[in-house]
């Protein structure tokens, strides 16, 4: 099956400052890329996602890229605000089954 | 439209006990699914369905059984509880399979002893 690693599993940053967060997959069948956001016991949210036909997409501060070939595809924030604080899963999809990531928990400092 | 709703809310259960987990949504999504949340684990695929009457397991599908028998509704049922069962437990759909944007309900947190 699929298998999906993310990278780094906490991440500190500045207020304004950029944040990265990197996430490979194993499955070539794969073809979709979720991002969730998910804030201290809520549910997760999607904030941005790309399909494997699209290199890159961005949404206002977020943008998402992905290159199949190396099979990776990351998350990008930029002037990071308090209220990105929380736990972002990415996740790959075969159109059937979803694998997520482990999470990364992003804490943005004021 | 109230989304994704789950219920109960939290659940303690003894061991061997079962039980059922309540989702419905009324968005008229075809695939919907179960998730397991565990610390440091993400969320894993217990069973999904891409339509009524059409169910199929995902990564962790041991000791949970799931039906279909309406677009609306997608029981999960415990047949036995396990401690390792303990979990939060997401419910989740979109319009349809392949790419589409999952919504997630509230979740429920079961705790078995």
């Known amino acids: 099956g699929e298998n999906v690693e993310q990278h780094p599993s906490t991440l500190s940053v500045q207020e304004g400052d950029s944040a990265v967060i990197k996430c490979t997959y194993s499955d070539s069948a794969s073809n979709y890329f979720p991002w969730y956001k998910q804030e201290l016991g809520k549910r997760p949210q999607l904030i941005i996602d790309?399909?494997?036909?699209?290199g890159e997409k961005k949404d206002q501060r977020i943008a998402v890229t992905l290159n199949k070939t190396a099979k990776h595809f990351s998350l990008h924030i930029t002037e990071t605000q308090p209220e990105d604080s929380a736990v972002y899963f990415c996740?790959?999809?075969?159109?059937?089954?979803?694998?997520f990531g482990t999470g990364t928990s992003l804490t943005v400092i004021p | 439209n109230a989304g994704v709703t789950q219920t109960p809310k939290f659940q303690v259960l003894k061991t061997g006990q079962s039980m059922t987990l309540q989702c419905a949504q009324d968005m008229n999504h075809e695939y919907m699914s179960w998730y397991r949340q565990d610390p440091g684990m993400g969320l894993r695929l217990i069973h999904y369905?891409?339509?009524?009457?059409?169910?199929d397991q995902g990564e962790v599908p041991n000791g949970y059984n799931v039906s279909r028998s309406t677009t609306e509704d997608f029981p999960l049922r415990l047949l036995s509880a396990a401690p390792s069962q303990t979990s939060v437990y997401f419910c989740?759909?979109?319009?349809?399979?392949?790419?589409?944007?999952?919504?997630f309900g509230p979740g429920t947190r079961l705790l078995v002893l």
């Open positions: 790309i399909r494997s036909n699209v």
């Open positions: 989740a759909s979109s319009y349809r399979r392949g790419g589409e944007t999952q919504y």
């Open positions: 369905s891409v339509g009524a009457g059409i169910t």
């Open positions: 996740a790959a999809s075969n159109g059937n089954q979803f694998y």
